[in-house]
């Protein structure tokens, strides 16, 4: 029966005859055919591309493919194929013909072996080969949990690839991975089977109309939009999705992946993307898209843990208690809710706040992309008359209505006072301006409103565009990596930390609306006194305790709030040191640990006398300044770029003369010790900031380092255990000098050093950092309860 109807388009009634020439058979292979989301949403989607191309020139097979019997199995599939709908618009009679049609191209395969998959490709050659026809392409839908990749992408490169001049598309569902790490070693499996165009990583909010049609509405309405969208004109930018619905049944997946990983870390982020990044030329360039896509993401600034405000409704504890047999009392930290907030250090977006928001059992299901723009009109006029017009004082922003809420359809919506924007008219349609339906407070007669000319569900959207082999609407490795990279530090910032408690749905009020505090986002109310542990104090109650290490002040809190408070205290001691002297000599070490600092410093302290104050290096690998690896790039990219010190105040190690680097022969230590005593009085620098190694280095200073622990020199070469060995850094004797040394101790990597350093003396050969003891300043220790606690 499959082969008689392959090449075959039966013209009947409404049907369109059939192509002139064929383009190629197409080999459709479902894996997990008999799932939820196969049920739900792909096999309808593969319907609809079925009558879309039906006379496209292409023939097709349909393989549902499971783990199932082939008796059971093939019921399965055919219980779910026998409920195929067509769009309501479809002509009766052409729909019972799509139908059976498509139904007499699919057959089921149980595919649990490497023999099963052989068999497969077999059975597809053997029908061509039968009907004469030449293979297009094979597309291989994975509908199956994530841990069964690898074995099935082995299976496919091994046994099913199509023949030379046939291509492939392996299609990928979500969850890629669950943070940084997993996702790379996920994506790096993935490699080994299949190149890089041949997979489609999906993110069905990409196939919703509403974000779908943000680009091209962007590129279509450049002349109202070019002057307008940029930090001068825009207030904030909104991507919301709101459920109503609770986890009630997905307990088991929430607990390991929560709202962040779940909605925020891909739904929302695409949406925001489409928003923020740069126009390509050519929007019909796949490659440009995603190239512009990846810059936009990678100048957001890196997300703290001050970011984001996190609930959990109040039912999920006992939900997961049933459906995961945790004991009674079991307490989870999973969130439910989130709201985050981005900012961007392009030059487009600086300033702008970017707010993405996602939770479950909320007071409406609706999801939303919105822009809202600064209002600097005032208006004289009445509230009656501004209410009876367009004017200028009302709100004026643009919305992407993914669905539901009130409007209940995809929709585009433009502030009438803003302009009337183009919109293609075969695929969007304007609606009715209806003043008895409210969108944020305004009558929707205050907007112009698009809504699609036909509704398609967002897998429909995708399967046509994996046809159309269109990469643009998929997410690449490279963009999926760089998500992760973006995301996980949160969420590891906020594994431990208890969410605020909410009851649910309208009974949550104003429980869960924040505001922007301070750089971070905060909750307006004050949480309920209602404690969510009553055990004890929860991790996030916990504020800088102040106490002594090693006889000097320590200074200990979990990191966010640790870096907040030592922020504060060197804008204190710069604001000190300029009112005595008129300047401030601050030192700064390079890595990572104080990365946060710097962008806390630059995003944060707005006092800061950024003016009055002199920039030195501790210590500097011998690379070029420009180097990824240079503590001064580090330095650059993370705080100098964004602060107003004057250029000749920034005084960076000259570990490059001459076109060497780091030779003794050219003087560089010796000419920054000569800076430091000219311009600094006493050579005593007002402030030295340090870190601490796993082996108890600072600066560059390492054990048993020959230089630098004594003698007369300010600034030494030295050799690192690690790569790059050459570095150049400040002595003892002169960190010894500062007024005042602050030591910044973070994570879990550091607790050996920190138990050490408790129970030892003044050893520098050792432990250079057990030689840090400013002769007539202070040293503070800043050690988060990671490195103090384990």
């Not at 200028?392 to 006072?417: E, M």
């Not at 990279?485 to 009974?507: H, I, K």
Request: glycine share 8%; charged share 20%.
């Amino acid at each position: 029966m499959l082969g008689r109807v392959l090449c075959t388009v039966l013209f009947v009634g409404a049907l369109p005859p059939p192509a002139a020439a064929s383009q190629g058979h197409i080999s459709v292979v479902l894996l997990g055919a008999t799932g939820d989301l196969a049920k739900k949403y792909l096999w309808q989607g593969l319907f609809q591309l079925y009558m879309d191309q039906v006379s496209s020139g292409h023939s097709f097979t349909f393989h549902g493919a499971a783990l199932a019997a082939q008796e059971p199995g093939q019921r399965l599939m055919f219980d779910v194929l026998k409920r195929l709908s067509c769009p309501p618009d479809e002509p009766p009679n052409r729909c019972a013909v799509l139908k059976d049609q498509f139904l007499k191209l699919s057959q089921y395969h149980q595919l649990k072996t490497a023999e099963n998959y052989t068999a497969l490709s077999r059975e597809i050659e053997r029908l061509l080969l039968q009907e004469g026809l030449q293979e297009a392409g094979r597309i291989f839908y994975f509908s199956v949990p994530p841990f069964a990749y690898t074995e099935i992408a082995q299976h496919i490169s091994s046994s099913c690839r199509p023949p030379a001049g046939a291509w492939l598309r392996v299609v990928l569902e979500k969850p890629f991975g669950h943070d940084l790490q997993s996702a790379q070693q996920l994506a790096a499996q993935l490699a080994g089977f299949f190149k890089e165009e041949e997979m489609y990583r999906v993110d069905h909010y990409l196939g919703k109309q509403a974000v779908a049609h943000i680009l091209p509405f962007r590129d279509q309405n450049r002349q109202f939009l070019d002057p307008i969208w940029n930090r001068h004109h825009v207030e904030r930018v909104e991507v919301v999705l709101k459920e109503t619905v609770d986890a009630k049944g997905r307990t088991s997946f929430y607990e390991r992946y929560g709202v962040i990983r779940d909605v925020l870390q891909n739904h929302l982020t695409e949406a925001l993307l489409f928003l923020t990044m740069e126009l390509p030329a050519n929007l019909s360039s796949a490659q440009q898209v995603l190239q512009h896509k990846l810059q936009a993401l990678q100048s957001l600034w890196e997300l703290q843990r001050s970011s984001a405000v996190l609930g959990q409704y109040q039912a999920y504890d006992s939900q997961v208690q049933e459906e995961l047999q945790e004991a009674p009392g079991y307490v989870s930290t999973t969130p439910t809710f989130a709201g985050v907030l981005i900012q961007s250090h392009s030059p487009r977006w600086e300033g702008v706040p970017f707010l993405l928001t996602s939770g479950k059992a909320l007071d409406e299901r609706v999801g939303y992309a919105r822009v809202l723009f600064k209002n600097r009109a005032y208006c004289p006029q009445s509230g009656t008359l501004r209410e009876a017009g367009h004017s200028h004082c009302k709100p004026k922003q643009i919305i992407f209505y993914f669905g539901h809420g009130a409007l209940g359809t995809p929709a585009v919506l433009v502030s009438r006072n803003l302009f009337q924007p183009a919109m293609p008219k075969d695929s969007w349609k304007a609606a009715e301006a209806r003043s008895d339906l409210h969108v944020f407070g305004q009558p929707l007669s205050d907007f112009y409103v698009y809504s699609p000319a036909k509704e398609r569900d967002a897998y429909s959207v995708l399967i046509s565009n994996i046809y159309h082999g269109r990469k643009d609407f998929f997410i690449t490795t490279e963009n999926l990596l760089a998500s992760w990279a973006f995301w996980t530090p949160l969420l590891d910032s906020t594994s431990r930390q208890p969410p605020r408690l909410y009851p649910g749905g309208v009974e949550n009020q104003q429980l869960l609306d924040f505001e922007m505090v301070g750089g971070g986002l905060a909750f307006t109310l004050a949480e309920p006194a209602e404690p969510l542990s009553p055990g004890g104090q929860m991790p996030s109650e916990f504020r800088a305790i102040r106490s002594t290490f090693r006889q000097s002040p320590l200074v200990s809190a979990w990191a966010e709030e640790l870096i907040a408070q030592l922020a504060s205290d060197m804008e204190e001691a710069a604001r000190s040191s300029v009112a005595r002297s008129g300047q401030f000599h601050l030192a700064l070490s390079g890595g990572s640990s104080p990365v946060g600092l710097f962008q806390r410093l630059a995003r944060h302290h707005f006092g800061f006398p950024w003016q009055h104050t002199h920039v030195w290096l501790v210590d500097e690998r011998c690379v070029p300044l420009s180097h990824g690896q240079s503590n001064f790039q580090g330095l650059q990219r993370h705080l100098l770029q964004h602060v107003r010190v004057p250029y000749l105040n920034i005084h960076p190690m000259p570990v490059q003369l001459n076109g060497r680097l780091c030779v003794e022969e050219d003087g560089g230590a010796r000419l920054y010790a000569q800076d430091i005593a000219a311009l600094v009085p006493h050579a005593s620098l007002d402030l030295v900031l340090l870190g601490v190694g796993p082996d108890g280095h600072t600066a560059s200073l390492f054990p048993r380092s020959p230089r630098g622990l004594q003698g007369a020199a300010a600034v030494v070469l030295t050799e690192s255990p690690a790569k790059p060995h050459q570095r150049m850094s400040l002595s003892l004797p002169l960190i010894n000098r500062a007024r005042q040394v602050f030591v910044l101790v973070l994570g879990k990597g550091k607790h050996d050093i920190t138990t050490l350093l408790s129970r030892v003396g003044h050893e520098p050969s050792k432990w250079p950092i057990s030689g840090v003891s400013p002769s007539s300043g202070q040293l503070v220790w800043y050690m988060d309860y990671e490195a103090l606690l384990g």
